[in-house]
Every structure is written in structure tokens, then in C-alpha cells.
């Protein structure tokens, strides 16, 4: 007698899963995820460090800029007008050889004159040392200091009445700026580099 086989409806599967099979299949599984969240940290946690570095580094650079104004000793005479004080390293996009300085800008009651006189021997007094003054006779001489850190420092001295007249244009345009060159108040521009002596 023969016997005819009923054919299945459900073919067979050529791969044939297994419980051990299934439990390697996940384990594999598993393996790469717990790699990936382990990458993912282990990167994030780096990552994280270089930040905190970088910022500390910021930190300790900007402390050294406030502590070298503070050093100055300005009495109450010295009003602060406008301030940009940082402590990341900003390079010039143009000359990557130079950077910014932190800037104070202060108005004082006195000529100019008087004014960087005064401030010479203040800067001085806070351990730096005169190098030369950029700009002498013009209506925005410089004088620039650096102390034995290697740390540089500029004071600009402008007749208040000339920065008046630059902002605001509110001087007799036929009589030279220069006349007015030592005349009170005085606008005072001090800044503080800790790498290189530019403006």
C-alpha cells in the first residue's frame, strides 16, 4: 500500500532556531549595546574633563588679569566706564601670532598729563616696568609696562573733551584736536594682555 504524504502548509525553515541559539543571538546583542553606552560614556566622560580643564585654565588666566588691575590700587577718583575683562586666549583671526587684551576704561578728573603721571607710578608701584610710550604727542599717547611674569600692560590718556568729540561730535571742527590735547577730565584706557604686547 502506498502512502502519500500530505504536504505541509508551513515549509521548512532552512535555519532552525534553537533556545541555545536564541540566547547566543541576544547575548550578542546585549554585548554591542553595553560596548556602545560604555564608548558613549567613556567619550562623554572625557569630553566633559577637557572642558573642566579648559575652564579652569580660563578661571586661573582671569584671576591673574583682575588681581594686576586690582594691584593698580585706583582710589574712587578712577570711575569705570566700560570693562571687557576674559580669560580664554583670543587670537587674532588675521595674525594668529597676536591677541586681544582685557580692557577697563575709567574718567578721571584731571588733565591728561597729571593723569598718566599719576598712573605711572601706580603701574610701577605694582611691579611693572616702563618700556616706551607709543604715540607720544598725538591726542591718544600709550604708555606700555610689563613686569617679570612676562605680562604686559597700556594706558591710553585722552583729553575728555577730544573722546567727546570723537563719540559725539560736539567740539568747534575748525580748531585742531591737538589744542584740546591736555585738557580735564581725562578718559583713561587700560588694558592687560598676559601674552604679547599688542593693542
Do not use: C
Amino acid at each position: 500500500m502506498l502512502m502519500v504524504r500530505k504536504k505541509s502548509l508551513h515549509p521548512k525553515k532552512h535555519v532552525q532556531t534553537t533556545p541555545t541559539h536564541f540566547v547566543l543571538r541576544r547575548s550578542l546583542l546585549v554585548y554591542v549595546i553595553l560596548v556602545f553606552v560604555l564608548f558613549s560614556t567613556l567619550a562623554m566622560s572625557i569630553y566633559l574633563i577637557d572642558r573642566l580643564v579648559i575652564s579652569k585654565q580660563h578661571t586661573d588666566r582671569l584671576n591673574q588679569i583682575t588681581a594686576i588691575y586690582d594691584s593698580l590700587g585706583l582710589d574712587s577718583s578712577y570711575r569705570a566706564v566700560r570693562s571687557d575683562l576674559f580669560g580664554d586666549k583670543r587670537v587674532y583671526s588675521w595674525d594668529k601670532g597676536r591677541t586681544f587684551a582685557s580692557t577697563i576704561e575709567y574718567g578721571h578728573n584731571d588733565t591728561p598729563t597729571n593723569t598718566a603721571s599719576d598712573l605711572r607710578k601706580k603701574v610701577e608701584n605694582a611691579g611693572f616696568t616702563y618700556i616706551q610710550t607709543e604715540y607720544e604727542g598725538s591726542i591718544n599717547p600709550t604708555q606700555e609696562y610689563k613686569n617679570a611674569k612676562g605680562n604686559y600692560l597700556r594706558v591710553s590718556t585722552m583729553s575728555g573733551t577730544i573722546h567727546n568729540s570723537i563719540v559725539y561730535g560736539d567740539v568747534d571742527s575748525k580748531a585742531p584736536l591737538i589744542q584740546h590735547a591736555n585738557e580735564a577730565p581725562t578718559y583713561v584706557t587700560i588694558k592687560v594682555n598676559l601674552d604679547d604686547n599688542n593693542e
